[in-house]
């Protein structure tokens, strides 16, 4: 997930990324860098590359930036999804691109933040070519329970089977059917991949990992705060479009918790512990993507506070 050296990268234009698990301070940053480019007269916007915060629907429990936060900096992407459309990465990565040139013909640096490793990944290294898979394929391979679906796969694709959990249904599924319709395994046609702007762009990155048990704390806090801040009344509406619950939105952390409360499975305070542990979780799993996916020459900042300056000096000293 990154870019190849050249001599000629500094030619290329740039592209700051900013990414991390939730509530680790990112989009606070992302602003700090904005501001600190402006005061050397050059514009900059920040552009969301997190899977929730790309949902009009979910202005509260995704987080997203206020017009406070924002500090008069320009912001793409956030709030540019209906609920009831599906974003996949591939639909993501299309749209950011499209921003990016946008912002580099005036001039100006884009700035990436989020935490949605995929939505980076696939911008940055582009798409694998996959067919279509086969209809009768997909359900028949959907409807093997997990435990089976992997036994297939270590039989159809051994190296891709050793690569995941056994108990990733959904990765599982997705590695057999592609075997299976296309005669290849995922493997062949990630070699392939297309459309990536990883060698185009000057990528100054940026990973945040504070210490965990300043982020879990964080975590809980702002779960509680966006109950105060009408996180309840976001599901409320959600739930009265009456939307398929296979949809992303309604999948978003802290939407489930709040729905069984509103309709009287859970306590307020079950609801709040079950929210509270559901953020904690995914930040984890962010977390150790983080930690391993990105490139090892990617900075990681360890500690509670950061300084831009270092961490972009390249940047801002172009």
Not at 161 to 178: F, H, K, N, T
Not at 239 to 249: G, K
């Amino acid at each position: 997930m990154g870019t190849e050296e050249s001599p000629e990268s500094g030619e290329r234009p740039p592209v700051a990324l900013i990414a991390g698990p939730t509530a680790s301070g990112k989009s606070a940053v992302a602003v700090k860098l904005a501001k600190a480019l402006e005061k050397q007269g050059r514009k900059a916007a920040v552009i969301n590359a997190d899977s929730a915060q790309v949902y009009s629907d979910l202005q509260v429990l995704s987080a997203r930036p206020d017009a406070d936060e924002m500090q008069g900096v320009e912001h793409v992407l956030f709030g540019a999804w209906d609920g009831a459309v599906s974003c996949s990465a591939a639909d993501w990565a299309e749209a950011a691109k499209s921003e990016i040139a946008r912002l580099h013909a005036s001039g100006a640096v884009p700035i990436l933040v989020g935490g949605t490793g995929l939505y980076m990944r696939t911008l940055l290294e582009g798409i694998a070519p996959i067919p279509d898979i086969d209809p009768a394929i997909r359900e028949a391979v959907r409807s093997l329970d997990v435990a089976d679906a992997y036994a297939c796969l270590q039989s159809e694709d051994a190296d891709r089977a050793d690569q995941l959990d056994p108990s990733d249904s959904q990765r599982i599924a997705r590695a057999l059917e592609v075997v299976r319709s296309t005669g290849k395994p995922l493997s062949h046609w990630q070699k392939r991949k297309t459309g990536g702007i990883g060698k185009q762009v000057e990528l100054h990155p940026l990973i945040l990992l504070p210490p965990r048990e300043w982020l879990y704390a964080r975590c809980d806090l702002r779960f509680e705060q966006m109950l105060e801040q009408g996180a309840i009344e976001e599901v409320k509406a959600l739930l009265a479009r009456n939307l398929s619950p296979d949809l992303p939105v309604m999948r978003a952390i802290g939407v489930p918790e709040i729905a069984a409360f509103l309709r009287g499975e859970l306590s307020q305070e079950d609801m709040i512990a079950a929210g509270s542990q559901a953020t904690r979780n995914y930040a984890k799993r962010q977390y150790t993507w983080f930690r391993r996916q990105p490139p090892e020459d990617w900075p990681r900042n360890e500690s509670e506070s950061i300084d831009i300056f270092s961490y972009f000096a390249r940047l801002l000293h172009h």
